[in-house]
């Protein structure tokens, strides 16, 4: 499954090295490098779970089709710290990529200041789980859909700021065994809040 995220990536660095060419411009490639909060708004059932907050750095590439319309892919890695019933069991950490892809669309007519909206699918893989001695916890990989709302401020021709809050929908089925022994589905649904500098080529 991991596999897949990987070939959106592919997919998304051969837009944006063969398109600038074959236009003959260097204007539709955007890339960001920034920080990102990954908030789980998260629900068990039938036991809860807590997981915890992170900020992690996270990269973007948006390849324009238009001056309006644009495609635009997030990658980052967490590790998150995860309890269950109340925090009265351990699960220990676990590690996700959960690469977005969204189509968006922008508004140029306010100067410097470019808001947009975006919706899309979300694949998340879980690559790492590290539960405590005497357990083992695994998750099941998972699709979704994606919303997304932000803003680019424009500060040259190339460089700009970003603010964006995306709405990912991620569910997964969490198996426990060892001294205890459950399986709990898993609405983990974060916001993603970002920040980051932007350079258009």
């Known amino acids: 499954m991991i596999k897949v995220g990987a ?3 592919a997919v998304f660095a051969a837009m944006a090295l063969a398109a600038p060419a074959h236009a003959g411009i260097l204007d539709n490639v955007q890339i960001k490098f920034g920080v990102s909060g990954v908030l789980p708004d998260e629900k068990g059932d039938p036991i809860d779970v807590d997981i915890s907050d992170e900020w992690v750095p996270s990269a973007q590439i948006e390849y324009f ?7 635009e892919l997030l990658c980052c890695v967490a590790t998150h710290d995860v309890t269950a019933a109340g925090g009265a069991v351990d699960l220990g950490e676990v590690t996700h990529f959960p690469p977005t892809v969204t189509l968006k669309y922008r508004w ?3 100067g410097q200041f470019e808001p947009y909206v975006g919706a899309g699918v979300n694949y998340t893989a879980f690559i790492d789980s590290d539960p405590p001695a005497g357990l083992s916890v695994d998750y099941d990989d998972s699709f979704g859909p994606a919303l997304q ?3 680019d401020y424009r500060l040259d021709e190339h460089w700009g700021v970003n603010f964006d809050v ?10 426990i ?4 022994n459950a399986t709990d589905d898993v609405d983990i649904n974060p916001w993603v809040v970002s920040t980051s500098v932007a350079y258009r080529f």
């Open 108 to 110: 140029t007519n306010f």
């Open 65 to 71: 089709f238009t001056d309006n319309i644009s495609a």
């Open 177 to 180: 065994s060892g001294a205890v």
């Open 7 to 9: 070939a959106a990536v």
């Open 166 to 175: 995306r709405r990912i929908w991620i569910n997964t089925d969490v198996t």
């Open 149 to 151: 709302l932000g803003f």
